[in-house]
């Protein structure tokens, strides 16, 4: 069998959650689209079934998969509804809407359904990409009351740069939040990940926290305690030596120094790791550190395991987890964790805690 796999550490998703909740100080919706950044949904919102005090997903098909996997508690949809057909359904299965624009305002007035619906209203308090601008959102609140198939409404809104804890964009995003708001009841949420670290202004009713579920920080300077819960890693297959002056791989990036021991590792790019990685970029071979060298292929790459002799085939290889962080990997390519993360395919999914 084919060495490639994800681990992906249940303790840990459960571990950070708990860090997001205490951090936070009150409910947090784990956000869990995009099959949980990559995890796997269903499992992840199992393991967190006994303890999250709710969900959030992009869309009412990553919802509806939870739902018929047994999942009961509150379900939100970040991008809410895109055509009025989902309403009802989203109703019959009790998920939460957000409202971030008049079309899907409109949907709702103009839809007629069998039970009433819970709806996030966002503001666009400065991302300018999703919801709906400060001086409208009374407005709109007030259809929303008014149209008579609304239960609970809360308020909501998503910031652009917390991640950058000295730029001041924040801080003015919750400013226009609270001034805009200030006459309106209701439940309160702003932070995302990077908000829980790093601003504590932005604390309210709800957090939705996402990649620091999955451990991995979004603040370039800390993991806050934080516990990886993805490893993904493979084997070494196959070694040679090359001597300097021979090069290596497709476009013969690495070209040798000196003799080089190179180690075949049985997973690439159409396992969801970057080809756009450098010669350079750290692995982890039998627990000590080591660098790729060579393109990475579309179902192998190559390390090196010169200054390794005890290294050879069957030799584990860790690509990002507990001893390579996945910040790291995703710096070297030119990302962030989110989209490496999300892109792991074709590998086994083993799932331990
Ligand atoms: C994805 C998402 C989140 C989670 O963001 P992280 O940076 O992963 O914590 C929170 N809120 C909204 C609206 C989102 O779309």
Redesign the pocket.
């Given at each position: 069998m084919r060495p490639a796999r994800a681990l992906i550490d249940l303790a840990a998703l459960r571990h950070n959650y708990r860090l997001a909740r205490r951090r936070h100080g009150s409910r947090a919706?784990a956000?869990v689209?995009?099959n949980a950044?990559g995890h796997g949904a269903v499992r992840c919102a199992r393991a967190l079934a006994g303890e999250a005090d709710g969900f959030?997903v992009?869309f009412l098909e990553e919802a509806l998969e939870l739902r018929a996997a047994g999942i009961v508690g509150p379900i939100l949809l970040?991008?809410g509804v895109f055509e009025a057909a989902e309403l009802d359904e989203a109703a019959a299965h009790g998920l939460w809407l957000?409202v971030h624009h008049e079309a899907q305002l409109r949907m709702l007035e103009t839809t007629p359904l069998a039970a009433p619906i819970d709806v996030w209203l966002?503001l666009n308090t400065g991302m300018n990409r999703?919801g709906f601008l400060p001086d409208a959102v009374e407005a709109a609140w007030r259809r929303l009351r008014a149209c008579g198939k609304v239960g609970e409404i809360a308020l909501?809104t998503?910031f652009a740069r917390?991640?950058e804890p000295q730029v001041i964009a924040t801080a003015e995003q919750i400013a226009r939040f609270d001034a805009a708001t200030a006459r309106l009841p209701g439940a309160r949420?702003l932070?995302?990940?990077?908000?829980?670290l790093g601003w504590p202004q932005a604390r309210r009713d709800w957090a939705?926290?996402?990649?620091?579920?999955y451990g991995a920080s979004?603040l370039a300077d800390a993991d806050g305690g934080l516990q990886p819960v993805m490893t993904l890693e493979s084997a070494v297959m196959a070694v040679r030596e090359i001597a300097p002056g021979e090069a290596l791989g497709y476009g013969g990036r690495f070209v040798a120094e000196r003799p080089i021991r190179v180690g075949l590792v049985a997973l690439g790019y159409a396992d969801g790791y970057p080809r756009t990685l450098p010669d350079g970029t750290p692995v982890s071979i039998d627990g000590a550190p080591a660098r790729l060298i060579g393109r990475v292929s579309m179902d192998m790459l190559t390390v090196d395991l010169s200054a390794l002799p005890g290294a050879g085939i069957g030799s584990r290889v860790e690509l990002w987890g507990k001893e390579v962080a996945v910040n790291r990997v995703a710096q070297a390519a030119g990302t962030i964790a989110?989209e490496l993360l999300c892109n792991v395919k074709r590998v086994r999914f083993e799932y331990c805690g």
């Amino acid at each position: 069998m084919r060495p490639a796999r994800a681990l992906i550490d249940l303790a840990a998703l459960r571990h950070n959650y708990r860090l997001a909740r205490r951090r936070h100080g009150s409910r947090a919706l784990a956000v869990v689209k995009a099959n949980a950044y990559g995890h796997g949904a269903v499992r992840c919102a199992r393991a967190l079934a006994g303890e999250a005090d709710g969900f959030a997903v992009a869309f009412l098909e990553e919802a509806l998969e939870l739902r018929a996997a047994g999942i009961v508690g509150p379900i939100l949809l970040l991008e809410g509804v895109f055509e009025a057909a989902e309403l009802d359904e989203a109703a019959a299965h009790g998920l939460w809407l957000v409202v971030h624009h008049e079309a899907q305002l409109r949907m709702l007035e103009t839809t007629p359904l069998a039970a009433p619906i819970d709806v996030w209203l966002k503001l666009n308090t400065g991302m300018n990409r999703a919801g709906f601008l400060p001086d409208a959102v009374e407005a709109a609140w007030r259809r929303l009351r008014a149209c008579g198939k609304v239960g609970e409404i809360a308020l909501m809104t998503h910031f652009a740069r917390a991640d950058e804890p000295q730029v001041i964009a924040t801080a003015e995003q919750i400013a226009r939040f609270d001034a805009a708001t200030a006459r309106l009841p209701g439940a309160r949420s702003l932070a995302n990940s990077a908000a829980i670290l790093g601003w504590p202004q932005a604390r309210r009713d709800w957090a939705r926290p996402g990649i620091l579920l999955y451990g991995a920080s979004p603040l370039a300077d800390a993991d806050g305690g934080l516990q990886p819960v993805m490893t993904l890693e493979s084997a070494v297959m196959a070694v040679r030596e090359i001597a300097p002056g021979e090069a290596l791989g497709y476009g013969g990036r690495f070209v040798a120094e000196r003799p080089i021991r190179v180690g075949l590792v049985a997973l690439g790019y159409a396992d969801g790791y970057p080809r756009t990685l450098p010669d350079g970029t750290p692995v982890s071979i039998d627990g000590a550190p080591a660098r790729l060298i060579g393109r990475v292929s579309m179902d192998m790459l190559t390390v090196d395991l010169s200054a390794l002799p005890g290294a050879g085939i069957g030799s584990r290889v860790e690509l990002w987890g507990k001893e390579v962080a996945v910040n790291r990997v995703a710096q070297a390519a030119g990302t962030i964790a989110y989209e490496l993360l999300c892109n792991v395919k074709r590998v086994r999914f083993e799932y331990c805690g």
